[in-house]
């Protein structure tokens, strides 16, 4: 049967995003521009697509690296040279706008990572049960980290240079690749070093192009080529890719129509079974959406991926506050059972390493993950999917019902624990996935009660029992 378009509102589930602060999870919102949800979902035609889609949707767990010129200083990524006047992008008001632009491009002369070691970050994110990876080839400042030949803003003309592994890009993808991740290219849309973008003859007063497109049509007509080569270049020379991201959504038509046809079909004439992440552009080049910072109210019919950063920022800033482990399996956990994927954002430290903090709790998730993943990897969507403080996922093949308890960190650990619906079978076993073993369980009305091992959780971690679903009459 061909899927459909789906249109959210038809459909009566709401597209509106709860932030952070109101999830269960109890995370706090971030500050930062959370991108607004499309409206409706179109589903990919072609088989190879689809294919590749379903096999992300079983990933589950991803992780987007931030890094580039922005994290010499440990700021906000690229928006500091942004002219809008908003409190989450940070700027020293000492400093003349066109100086601090000027002094942030010439950071380019300090990009030195001399410890740059992708085969750390590809082992630290393989022992977190992460499953598939997105890197920032280009952000919004237009600074590349791959050897791009339509501009000179590039690493290969760094202080970085003369390295061996000078195309960073080449050298993480590839290290990617040898441990089995999922490949994914972020491609920031704007550019504001790129002179078709932010033209120099008039002032960069916000996001946006500066110059009016229709009365300067060859200008945008170069941008578009500009574009168009510097993804050919990614899709062409640096392997396989499973995914391309871009970002940016005001960048699109009919405004600032970069030709999205055009660069779709040349991209899987390279890589014929691209998933396309044309963000908040609803249509068929948005292959899955992508809540910033944030966690659908419901679930949702149609492939998903929440973006929630590690730290407070995307990229590496000094003196971060990390969420927990726990947090992040809590967050994961009620992604899972709402239908989507978690995409963790994790910025490498100026001279190219996961540091030390963030790497323990990425290990710590792993050890989770090893342990409990049954509930998480390959599962789908349950009816029933939450009650009190448990989560229910769905083997694929529809065999199995997992219920993923997330404690309350602020009580003792229960004795026991409740959950209405989703019966197990009768006379049927209810296994406790970190210790392998059975539980005693009871139906009492409507209600299953699962007694919990006596000090089976001294951290209060989340706890995953499997059973079987007993059917509906």
């Known amino acids: 049967m061909k899927k459909k378009k789906i249109n959210l509102k038809q459909a009566t589930l709401s597209v509106f995003l709860l932030l952070l602060l109101a999830s269960p999870v109890g995370m706090q919102a971030q500050q930062g521009f959370v991108h607004e949800a499309s409206t409706e979902y179109q589903w990919p035609e072609e088989k190879e697509v689809l294919a590749n889609l379903d096999k992300w949707q079983d990933m589950k767990f991803g992780v987007l690296f ?29 400093i003349a706008y066109e100086d601090y632009k000027r002094d942030y491009y010439k950071l380019i002369e300090k990009f030195n990572p001399t410890d740059f070691n992708p085969d750390q970050w590809a082992d630290v994110t393989k022992a977190a049960g992460i499953k598939y990876m997105i890197f920032t080839t280009k952000h919004h400042d237009g600074f590349n980290l791959y050897d791009t030949k339509q501009t000179d803003f590039s690493v290969m003309n ?41 033209w120099p003859r008039y002032a960069t007063p916000n996001r946006h ?5 229709e009365r300067h049509p060859d200008r945008w007509e170069s941008f578009q080529k500009f574009t168009y080569n510097q993804i050919e270049e990614l899709m062409s020379n640096y392997g396989k890719f499973d995914i391309l991201w871009l970002d940016g959504g005001w960048v699109a038509a009919p405004r600032q129509d970069i030709k999205m046809d055009s660069i779709a079909k040349m991209a899987r004439s390279h890589q014929s079974d691209l998933l396309i992440v044309d963000r908040t552009i609803q249509g068929k080049y948005e292959n899955y959406l992508t809540p910033e910072r944030a966690i659908p109210e419901k679930q949702l019919p149609y492939p998903w991926e929440s973006c929630i950063t590690l730290g407070s920022d995307w990229g590496w800033t000094p003196s971060a506050n990390f969420k927990s482990a726990n947090t992040i399996v809590a967050t994961l956990i009620e992604v899972a059972a709402k239908g989507g994927n978690l995409l963790l954002g994790v910025g490498p430290t100026p001279k190219g390493i996961i540091q030390p903090e963030v790497e323990a709790i990425l290990r710590e998730i792993g050890q989770w993950l090893k342990v409990n993943g049954a509930g998480i990897y390959g599962t789908r969507i349950t009816p029933n999917y939450k009650s009190n403080n448990v989560w229910f996922t769905a083997g694929k093949d529809g065999s199995k019902l997992y219920a993923l308890y997330v404690p309350d960190e602020k009580e003792d650990m ?41 000090k089976s959780n001294p951290d209060k971690a989340p706890m995953v029992f499997t059973f079987k679903l007993q059917k509906e009459k």
């Open 158 to 198: 760094s202080a970085f240079k003369g390295n061996p592994k000078a195309d960073v890009a080449k050298y993480v993808f590839d290290a990617f690749r040898k441990k089995d991740f999922m490949i994914g290219a972020y491609f920031s849309k704007p550019d504001w070093h790129s002179e078709y973008y932010w």
């Open 209 to 213: 192009v500066n110059y009016k497109i």
């Open 414 to 454: 229960p004795e026991s624990i409740e959950w209405e619906g989703n019966f197990p079978v009768k006379n049927s076993s209810v296994i406790l996935l970190q210790t392998g073993k059975k539980v005693k369980w009871e139906q009492i009305g409507n209600k299953i009660k699962v007694h919990l091992p006596r």
């Open 66 to 94: 931030h890094w580039g010129l922005y994290s010499i200083p440990g700021i906000v990524e690229s928006w500091s040279i942004c002219s809008e006047d908003v409190d989450w992008i940070p700027r020293d008001s000492t």
